[in-house]
């Protein structure tokens, strides 16, 4: 039977306790909605399994801890919570999320991070196809998806803006075709190397110049502290950047 | 290159009416007057000109004639004149056509097949100037039956939005029309008790006022979906195609891309926004449903979801799958649908007209008794209030119309809306153009338009007999078909004249 236990710590921030062995998503995700209306901040989650849109509907200044594996569309549509999975999360986690982050001590499926509007995604492991696709931007307001391990094909597809970075830590390499195909903004950073053909025909490679240095330091840096392993290692080894090589890729193909 | 395109229009000026006042140069945005000073006249460069008639009507003397160029080619059935003009365009550029609006071509319209029923004798007909009648309608699902216990209504009925006519604005994105056409739409829809759809373009912030009159898209390329634009809209619209393109995403080109638009938008500025053909997250029926529920989910189960499709082939399967995925409107868009930017092969040749794929859905949400759980919207080429009456008759809960609203504010269909130059200032995002829309005035004469379709509406149900529009909804027999084979009258599931 499900159960929720509310605590209270010290510093009055109060935390609720919830085993979700067995409920369906929507009851879970109605039951989280009505502890946060009732004042609860921090959420922690247990036997998670495979429920949908958790973090969705919840407001900007909440923390939920999950243990287990969540449902697809993780954080879909998030506006501002911080979301720490210990596990591994589905298909089209933080879909067209506009603000928060979501941490994952694991892996994620496909489709991560599809249409990010802000906010960040750190990610321990590998991810599947097509993540990182059309990601936006404006000004300041800038996503990031942080990728521990390596991705699959048609990563940073139709990409309008954002970052996302390939660590390639572990021991499979880049092996992802099509990478940022369409791309027409942002930027895509990946440690190690990938052949000219698995890249798509819109990006180029380019060098690091030193912003983009220090913009993967951060990542790196922030990387490390969720999940440990020594900055300085990472960014011992090389990175290139990749970028749409027109802002119009397309311009030309239509009759006047 | 040296090109062989011949001119589309020719202008011819009546020298002794123009006084040289010099309102066509400053009206066409193609620059097709040109003011000689030396000899104080004015030259019309015709070959520019896209028919788009903003110079005769502001041109004070009426000196102005804008017609289809007069020479021609060798008549050929086959070979048109349009036709050969398209190879040298294509030959000149090797681009892909680029058009607007919606398709052009003499496609059958099944409206001008379908005649209205009226009362005789035996029902009597309705009066509407002094009697009440009903245009109102909800849209959002209807539960299979509903409990009543001590006297109150105990089974919890999916949300429902009211409209007090059964026409609604289409989606037509901001970035393709002007922020003053959208306000203006927005506006004729909040004075009519209405709905306007901002497309999948987003939403900007300083229309948001309008929240009761709105409903947003989600379409693949996800524009301007944040959490406000999903929580304030009246429903939010998965749009999965355009009866002007299906199958392809949306498309704007990056001549209309500008800083306000990259904004809502959060696209790089001047560059091309082609949508995704599909949505990533969306590879299946089970995933649409998906969707369905992430934005239920993310408006708490308080807003209706719809679904758009084009009006394709199987659009009857297609449309009961959205229904059982959890769907509570459906929206089919036919092949005379409009849009800012299509690639002509493809708005001319793909799809079906909404008549047959409205009649077809309809049928098949009936046959399997989920008819009731989705409202149904048509969209695709509206062009009065008695297509309106056949499309609910045909069982549309609503329609949505675009063109005509477009065509109200000043809208000649001169097809050039990909270009970003519209001297209407409706589909553009030049600042000087786009000023020309007034919205206080075009929204005026929207209004006007709808209000004179209501009372045509109106008066063809009292007409009927009828008098609520729900009443006609699905009530095929008040339809007889005229000059069509047996199986389109199948298809229609309606009889024919006389039977």
Known sequence: ?256 | MKTYVQPDFEVVRDKDKCIRCRVCERQCGWDVHEYDSEDDLMIDWGEKCVGCQRCTVFCPTHALTVRSYSGNYRPNANWTDDRIRDLYKQSESGGVLLTGMGCDRPLKVYWDHLLVNASQVTNPSIDPLREPMEVATYIGGKPDSIQIKDGKLATRIPPQVRIDIPIIFSAISYGAISYQTQESLMRAASELGTLCNTGEGGWPDSLRKYEGNTIVQCASGRYGVDKEYLKRAQFVEIKIGQGAKPGIGGHLPGEKVTDAVSKTRMIPVGTDAISPAPHHDIYSIEDLSQLIHALKEATNYEKPISVKIAAVHNAAAIASGIVRAGADIVAIDGIRGGTGAAPKATRDNVGIPIELALAAVDTRLREEGIRNRCSVLAAGGFRNSADIVKAIALGADAVYIGTPALVAMGCALCQKCYTGVCNWGICTQDPYLAKRINPELAAERVVNLIHGWTHEIKEMLGGLGVNAIESLRGNRLHLRGIDLQQWELDVLGVRGAGT
Request: aromatic content about 8%; overall charge negative.
């Open chain 1, 1 to 256: 039977m499900s159960q929720v236990t509310v605590q209270k710590s010290d510093s009055n921030v109060r935390s609720a306790l919830i085993d979700a062995t067995g409920m369906y998503y929507r009851d879970l995700n109605a039951l989280l909605r009505s502890l946060v209306a009732d004042g609860i901040t921090v959420l922690r989650l247990e036997n998670v399994c495979g429920q949908r849109y958790i973090a969705t509907d919840l407001p900007g200044d909440i923390r939920i801890e999950i243990h287990g594996t969540p449902g697809n569309d993780l954080s879909a549509f998030m506006d501002g919570p911080q979301v720490t999975v210990h596990g591994n999360v589905q298909d089209a986690a933080g879909n067209t999320m506009n603000f928060g982050k979501i941490i994952v001590n694991g892996r994620a499926g496909d489709v991560l991070g599809m249409s990010m509007r802000g906010g960040s995604i750190f990610v321990r492991d590998n991810v599947g196809y097509r993540c990182a696709i059309h990601m936006k931007q404006y000004a300041e307001i800038r996503p990031t998806l942080v990728i521990g391990g390596t991705a699959q094909d048609f990563f940073g597809e139709y990409m309008a803006g954002g970052v996302a970075i390939l660590l390639g830590l572990g021991d499979v390499p880049h092996n992802a075709k099509f990478i940022g195909t369409g791309m027409h903004g942002g930027a895509i950073y990946i440690r190690g190397t990938v052949k000219p053909y698995q890249l798509g025909r819109e990006v180029g490679i380019l060098e690091m110049e030193p912003a983009d240095t220090e913009l993967v330091r951060q990542a790196v840096e922030e990387y490390v502290s969720h999940f440990g392993g020594s900055a300085e290692e990472i960014l011992s080894a090389p990175f290139i950047k990749l970028s749409p090589v027109s802002s119009r890729p397309y311009g030309k193909m239509y009759a006047p």
